[in-house]
């Protein structure tokens, strides 16, 4: 499935794995949540509730792109450097193309829709 996200001036496209979490994300959308830093490698929102965990990790190849859930705080991860795979993540899906959009600094509202 394909997302999009859009905040600020940057505007790009995603696409979900087919896992329980990811279509239970997929269900909340549209969505509008406030985006934001978080140490130096991601960019977080808190979601409305909790997703369903069941497809949570730890996975192999954690990658730059990743859009990925962290279950204890319920919140949505956008990771724009390296990270490692941990017990309380699930990974949703990836960014498609670059995660320079995501390099921008700041807090700013973000709207999530599915594309199809």
Same mark, same amino acid.
């Given at each position: 499935?394909?997302?999009?996200? /859009? !905040?600020?001036?940057?505007?790009? &496209?995603?696409? #979900?794995?087919?896992? %329980?979490?990811?279509?239970? !994300?997929? /269900?909340?959308?549209? #969505?509008? %949540?406030?985006v /934001?830093?978080? =140490?130096?490698?991601?960019?977080?929102? +808190? #979601?409305?509730?909790?997703?369903?965990?069941?497809?949570?990790?730890? !996975?192999?190849?954690?990658? *730059?792109?990743?859009?990925? +859930?962290?279950?204890?705080?319920?919140?949505? %991860? @956008?990771?724009?450097?390296? +990270? =490692? /795979? *941990?017990?309380? @993540? %699930?990974?949703?899906g $990836?960014?498609?193309?670059?995660?320079?959009?995501? #390099? &921008?600094?700041? &807090? +700013?509202?973000?709207?999530?829709t $599915?594309?199809?």
């Amino acid at each position: 499935m394909k997302i999009r996200f /859009s !905040f600020s001036d940057q505007d790009f &496209t995603a696409t #979900l794995y087919d896992n %329980v979490s990811a279509r239970d !994300f997929a /269900s909340m959308l549209p #969505l509008d %949540v406030e985006v /934001s830093d978080y =140490s130096t490698n991601e960019k977080i929102a +808190y #979601l409305p509730r909790k997703l369903n965990p069941e497809a949570r990790g730890p !996975f192999p190849n954690p990658a *730059i792109g990743d859009i990925c +859930y962290y279950v204890p705080w319920g919140n949505l %991860v @956008l990771y724009h450097g390296d +990270y =490692s /795979s *941990i017990r309380d @993540l %699930v990974r949703l899906g $990836r960014i498609d193309g670059s995660v320079e959009p995501i #390099l &921008t600094r700041g &807090t +700013y509202p973000m709207h999530i829709t $599915r594309i199809s």
